[in-house]
């Protein structure tokens, strides 16, 4: 029997396609396993469905050799060693493009959110400190004519650049992809010139801590930072420091640098620092969208034909 180890609950509709393939044996918590209790779970599986908490390396799929496939419930997969799995022929698999927009809306809500002052304003009202209509309290920013700074014209960059247009911005960007709609620069133009700086790179070698001590120090001291890409993308004691010193009019942050962050953390002293629990595809469509997608890729590599999106797919031959 091909045994399907999923390491979170899903929905039953992607429960459903997987069982259509082989025995699911599923995790029952919204917490994730620890490392010996994941190696513990995939090490008979055939296919494993992975949340981006769940380290596949090199280590792992040693003890898991009957692996033919992982497939991660996220667009992003920091937490896969895709060449350790190449490498042991086990296919690597992600759910892009179906959270794009769910995604690109809440990083415009957090964008929104800084902007107006909205968590302070809320906060105010119901702990009682709303006493009465006050004309220079809780004052944001007309977002019309600022300009907004894209790290990383990807997809879900570029749909919140579009909304960005749409509410009367200046929109640039700063790699991943070209596009004639904006303006390209360099990140340092970009920092520079910036009211509103938005981050959407992968998690990868190159973009650990992009926005660190001397990125923030180029920003505009009255600019906002909103990230929710990865949070290793910022360098957490760089951005504390950073506001300690009275820099940034605000920072929205749906990815934290560790996640999840401590109760305690000096982020959270900040009254302009909004903070969400890595939410961003977090709508009941998409995430039935991303499970539906993560449990077809792990039928197709079973079924020896080609899965919706495989980040290895020389493997696949011998999958």
């Given at each position: ?104 809306e809440l990083a415009f809500t957090l964008l ?208």
């Open positions: 029997m091909t045994r399907i180890a999923v390491t979170r609950r899903i929905d039953p509709g992607a429960r459903s396609v997987l069982e259509s393939a082989g025995e699911v044996t599923m995790w029952d918590s919204d917490l994730p396993p620890d490392p010996s209790q994941l190696a513990e779970l995939l090490a008979d599986a055939d296919a494993g469905l992975t949340l981006l908490t769940d380290r596949i390396d090199g280590s792992l799929l040693d003890q898991c050799s009957k692996l033919r496939v992982v497939s991660n419930l996220a667009v992003g997969y920091d937490n896969i060693d895709v060449p350790a799995c190449t490498a042991r022929g086990v296919a690597a698999c992600t759910t892009p493009n179906v959270l794009t927009q769910t995604t690109a929104l959110t800084v902007a107006r002052q909205v968590i302070p304003a809320a906060d105010a009202a119901r702990n009682g400190d709303w006493k009465t209509w006050y004309p220079f309290r809780f004052l944001g920013r007309d977002l019309a004519g600022l300009t907004l700074g894209i790290v990383g014209l990807g997809r879900i960059g570029l749909a919140v650049a579009k909304m960005g247009e749409a509410f009367g911005m200046n929109v640039i960007y700063a790699g991943g992809r070209s596009s004639d709609e904006f303006r390209k620069v360099s990140l340092d133009e970009l920092l520079r010139t910036s009211d509103i700086v938005s981050l959407h790179v992968p998690a990868t070698p190159a973009t650990h801590h992009l926005i660190g001590h001397d990125a923030l120090a180029r920003m505009k001291r009255d600019a906002m930072l909103i990230n929710t890409a990865r949070g290793s993308v910022i360098d957490t004691d760089a951005l504390v420091a950073a506001l300690n010193d009275g820099r940034l009019f605000g920072v929205g942050l749906d990815v934290t640098d560790p996640e999840p962050l401590p109760a305690d953390h000096p982020l959270y002293e900040f009254e302009r620092v909004t903070i969400l629990p890595h939410i961003a595809s977090a709508s009941e469509a998409t995430r039935l969208k991303m499970s539906d997608l993560a449990a077809k890729n792990i039928v197709a590599v079973l079924e020896r034909t080609e899965p919706p999106h495989c980040l290895n797919p020389e493997v696949l031959t011998d999958a």
